[in-house]
Every structure is written in C-alpha cells, then in structure tokens.
C-alpha cells in the first residue's frame, strides 16, 4: 500500500527508490573485486569461445599443411623457349606415351609457377624429363 502525504507544499508522494536491505550488502561484499555478474558470464563466454576454436584449430590442422616426409625427386630438364612454340607444344614433346598432354601441361606450369599459358622466346621453362 503507498502513502500520500498531503500538506502545504501540495501532494507528496514518496519516491519509488528501492531501500537497500542488508542482503544487498552482503552480495555486494562477496563479489570478486566488484566484478558484476554480467562481466563475470562474459569473460567465460570468451574463454568458451577461445576453447572451441583451439579446439577446432587442433582437428584441422590448424590450416597447414603436412607432409609425409620429403617427396621424391623430379628429375626435370631446362628449355629454352623459341619462336613459334607454344606450352602445349613443348608439354606434348616431353609428354611420354600413353599420358595425357594435359597433365604434363598442369606440371609445367606448377614448376615453373606460370599463371596463364602465354610464353615468350628467350624464356627459360623447367621441364619434367621424359620417362
């Protein structure tokens, strides 16, 4: 029930600020240097987060790659590019038979980390030697 006062002034109504009860001041002396509790649920929802990214992190591989070991070697000769040759011609010329142009096409420009298939006279292209 609420109590009006009324006198000269006018009506008073008493302010609805909540009384501190002696419970308050217990929760208030037991928080951890006065952290509040939504600080608290924040600081173990980053911890949560970083746990299951590590954790992630740790199935994949963390985005690298791993080897075996050391591949074996490529035994590769060098060719000097002249007029009128073209990528798929020289990967056809080192193309052993029964294997697809186009895969020693791929490797060529792998080892020689060509982004398109234009080529110049003059340059110099590793090869992978014929089998």
């Known amino acids: 029930m609420t109590v009006v006062a009324v ?20 929760a208030r002396r037991n928080r ?11 600081a173990l929802a980053i911890v949560a ?9 740790a199935l994949t591989g963390g985005g690298q ?7 074996r070697p490529l035994a590769v000769t060098v060719h000097t ?3 009128g040759e073209s990528l798929w011609s020289i990967s056809a010329s080192v ?3 029964g294997s697809d142009v186009r895969d ?3 490797d060529i420009a792998k ?3 060509l982004v398109e298939s234009h080529i110049e006279p003059g340059m110099t292209l590793v090869l992978p030697a014929r089998a």
């Open 95 to 97: 193309t052993p038979a």
């Open 32 to 42: 951890p240097n006065g952290l509040s509790f939504r600080r608290v649920r924040l």
């Open 7 to 26: 006198g000269p002034q006018g009506v008073r109504v008493p302010s609805t600020r909540r009384v501190a009860r002696a419970s308050d001041e217990v």
């Open 65 to 71: 790659a791993t080897a075996d070991g050391p591949g």
């Open 81 to 83: 590019v002249m007029g």
């Open 49 to 57: 987060l970083l746990a299951v990214l590590g954790a992630w992190a």
């Open 104 to 106: 020693v096409l791929l």
């Open 111 to 113: 080892l020689n980390n």
